[in-house]
């Protein structure tokens, strides 16, 4: 991996860090409020799923070498 | 008990809402700034007790930003959140705990998480020296 497309897959694994994060505070946010209970299920699944989502973008920051 | 208040400054403006809600929602009074030069003026207006900083931002950084915050007031708890560029988040997060930062997040994190870090903060007594 040459340095440019390290430095490229670390700006888009921060990208993805913060897209990920401002997902699951929103379904967190919403589980505040009084929701019928299937909306409910919906929005815990959003955030189960954004956390494994967060852990296949920890897996691509393994295989960039950092950079200098 | 009273009320504590929280500056939280990122440059991301729907993250900070977020947060900006969490800490409402636990019985907080947050105070918010887009960047560690605003994040500052503010703090100097309204000392806090707890400072949540993103790292990476624009006219001020985070790590620049907790030197001055724990310069301005060393009793101020700080809590650095990042989502890592370059070298990664734990980098910077490593980083920020060297120059004070009471704790760190790495993005993305659990509102509900942080709110817990926040609060086992300000529970904590606060320590002659911290713990090396």
């Known amino acids: 991996m040459t340095p440019q497309e390290a430095h490229d897959l670390s700006a888009l694994v921060h990208a993805f860090n913060n897209l990920l994060g401002k997902i699951m505070g929103a379904a967190e946010l919403a589980l505040d409020h009084a929701a019928p ?32 | 008990m009273r009320q504590h208040q929280v500056l939280i400054i990122d440059d991301d403006l729907e993250l900070l809402r977020q947060m900006v809600a969490a800490f409402r929602s636990r019985g907080f009074e947050p105070f918010a700034a887009v960047d560690g030069q605003a994040g500052l003026a503010q703090f100097v207006r309204t000392p806090t007790d707890l400072v949540v900083t993103d790292i990476i931002m624009p006219n001020r950084e985070g790590i620049e930003t907790i030197v001055a915050l724990k310069k301005a007031s060393p009793s101020v708890k700080v809590i650095a959140i990042s989502g890592g560029y370059r070298v990664g988040p734990a980098d910077f997060l490593h ?26 903060l300000l529970a904590a007594p606060c320590p002659a020296a911290r713990a090396s």
Do not use: C, M, N, Y
């Open chain 1, 37 to 68: 209970l299937p909306v409910r299920r919906e929005l815990e699944a959003i955030l189960q799923l954004t956390e494994e989502g967060a852990g296949l973008v920890a897996g691509l920051r393994a295989i960039a070498p950092p950079e200098a």
């Open chain 2, 95 to 120: 980083l920020a705990g060297h120059v004070g930062a009471d704790g760190v997040l790495a993005k993305p994190f659990k509102l509900s998480a942080l709110l817990d870090a926040a609060e086992a």
